[in-house]
């Protein structure tokens, strides 16, 4: 099965900085990745699919790149609704495996 | 407005069965794909299974393969997951999730109900 890892694990950032996270998988998903966001005691929500693609509603400041193996989200001008965990998930192949997580909280 | 809404979790001791229910509104049930994705208390995410619209294409983790079986009844607009000879790392918190996939088969998962709680222990 193919696997995704996710680093940083954690990370705390201010309002205002920009924050980049990194998901790997361990083959080549080409840009088979979507992120989604999820605050404490609510569901995830998707934030962009096929590596780049925000979902409608998704401010501007979100931002997905990479291809094959690597990928990154990146968060500029972090604002106080953004502290949450971020999970990468490939699908290109069942099952669809979903990276660690990792959690973005306040410094 | 699209809503999932998920039922029939609860406490349940190992071996023992449980049926989750899905109810969907707000779009049309029948055209779209689903999963189920479950999250054990403060851990990730887990993808469950898939069915397709259609119902002809069906997949499992093998974590579950060969005990959870998913349907769909698209006259109800319901998803359903039989959930049987239950683990103790099958708790968690079990979501249906709307699957967006495209006529490519891209998949992404654009619409979550809030999750019910299922608890396995003796």
């Known amino acids: 099965d193919l696997q995704m890892t996710q680093s940083p694990s954690s990370l705390s950032a201010s309002v205002g900085d920009t924050v980049t996270i990194t998901c790997r998988a361990s083959?080549?998903?080409?840009?088979?990745l979507n992120w989604y966001q999820q605050k404490p005691g609510k569901a995830p929500t998707l934030l962009i699919y096929f590596t780049s693609t925000l979902q409608s509603g998704v401010p501007s400041r979100f931002s997905g790149g990479g291809s094959d193996m690597d990928f990154t989200l990146t968060i500029n001008n972090l604002q106080p609704e953004d502290f949450a965990s971020y999970y990468c998930q490939q699908s290109y192949d069942t099952p669809f495996t979903f990276g660690p997580g990792t959690k973005v909280d306040i410094k | 407005e699209v809503e999932l809404v998920e039922s029939g979790g609860g406490l349940v001791q190992p071996g023992g069965s449980l049926r989750l229910s899905c109810a969907a509104s707000g779009f049309t049930f029948s055209e779209y794909s689903f999963n189920w994705v479950r999250q054990a208390p403060g851990k990730g995410l887990e993808w469950v299974s898939y069915?397709?619209?259609?119902?002809?294409?069906?997949y499992y983790a093998d974590s579950v393969r060969g005990r959870f079986t998913i349907s769909r009844d698209n006259a109800d607009n319901s998803l359903y997951l039989q959930m049987n000879n239950l683990r103790d790392e099958d708790t968690g918190l079990y979501y249906c999730a709307r699957d967006a996939v495209d006529t490519s088969g891209y998949h992404s998962l654009d619409n979550w109900g809030p999750g019910t709680l299922v608890t396995v222990s003796s």
């Open positions: 083959q080549t998903i080409y840009t088979y």
């Open positions: 069915i397709s619209s259609s119902l002809r294409t069906i």
